[in-house]
């Protein structure tokens, strides 16, 4: 197992390692100068040349993306051109935003589509199956935006239950919070449980089929503790894999909904700095989006040794 998780931490590292270099180019061979870029076309060349000056720009490439690097590694990402404070403290009060939604999103994700998907696969081409499957359908064609404004017209503004857009704020109490961030989590949530649900379904089935169900059945094992307690565990592989990959999404992909919502996450900070030119703060974000998604690939993958030992000696 030490080497098992020796091999995939030195991996995380230079996948990171990969990610920075490829961020930081990306933004390097972006045309024309940086700083005219975030002052915009009518700034003067002395305006420019001084913040070129402030944000090193006027410093080998190299050299620049070492200090950033090392910023990184010691907490100083520099400061924001359009917000005129740290980034660190933008990013961090945005994230008490973003990840609680997200986490929110995953965990509803996780339980519809665990609750239909194994409901399905258990009532196969019955009624059942094939009514659950055809709305998982409809919930993968519908755009989380659209359904987050429908959500929006229905509690909000006909039935008052919940404020149509806004944060109170973890000060207002965590229930408020909470509350603030239902509807979004929902409109995240539909379109991922309607994915998840449809493998989870598909990976039930597979296991369903294999002699130690049959075996188990034979013992007198009811359909509901087999299901639960034998074909889950041996069909949550492709499951994780999933899950990992739309946790992931839902942490870098909740520009929009955020937007929907008015809440102050970092999806909507990333959205403004573009507008606002602001290129450290967009810089700054993308890696830790990045990273986020990287840190997730790894833990699924310590999961996978968890659950399927094979998993773990295969790899050793």
């Not at 051109?81 to 933008?90: I, T």
């Not at 999933?242 to 520009?255: D, E, K, P, R, S």
């Not at 989006?289 to 040794?305: E, G, P, R, T």
């Amino acid at each position: 197992m030490v080497l098992f998780l020796f091999k995939r931490l030195a991996t995380l590292l230079a996948t990171l390692v990969v990610a920075s270099m490829v961020i930081f180019l990306v933004l390097e061979i972006l045309p024309g100068d940086a700083a005219q870029v975030m002052m915009g076309p009518d700034a003067s060349p002395e305006a420019v040349q001084a913040l070129a000056t402030q944000l090193g720009l006027d410093r080998p490439p190299l050299a620049r993306y070492a200090l950033w690097v090392a910023g990184m590694l010691t907490g100083d990402l520099g400061d924001s051109y359009a917000y005129s404070s740290p980034v660190l403290s933008l990013v961090l009060e945005r994230l008490a935003v973003t990840v609680p939604l997200a986490i929110m999103a995953m965990l509803l994700t996780t339980a519809l589509a665990l609750t239909v998907g194994i409901y399905a696969a258990a009532r196969h081409n019955r009624f059942g199956d094939l009514g659950l499957m055809g709305l998982t359908q409809v919930g993968i064609a519908v755009p989380n935006f659209w359904f987050a404004i429908l959500l929006i017209l229905l509690f909000s503004v006909h039935l008052n239950w919940f404020s149509a857009g806004g944060f109170p704020g973890w000060d207002e109490g965590a229930a408020q919070a909470l509350k603030a961030l239902l509807l979004p989590a929902i409109s995240l949530a539909v379109v991922q449980a309607a994915i998840l649900a449809r493998i989870t379904r598909s990976a039930v089935l597979d296991v369903l089929r294999e002699d130690f169900v049959r075996t188990a059945r034979a013992k007198g094992l009811s359909q509901r503790a087999t299901l639960w307690g034998h074909v889950l565990r041996n069909a949550m592989i492709p499951v994780i894999t999933v899950m990992g990959l739309q946790f992931a999404n839902l942490l870098a992909g909740t520009i929009v909904v955020e937007n929907v919502f008015y809440l102050p996450g970092l999806g909507r900070l990333v959205f403004q700095s573009i507008a606002n030119r602001d290129l450290i703060v967009v810089r700054n974000c993308v890696m830790l989006l990045a990273a986020m998604v990287i840190v997730v690939n790894f833990c699924v993958d310590v999961l996978y040794a968890v659950i399927d030992p094979r998993v773990k000696a295969s790899d050793i």
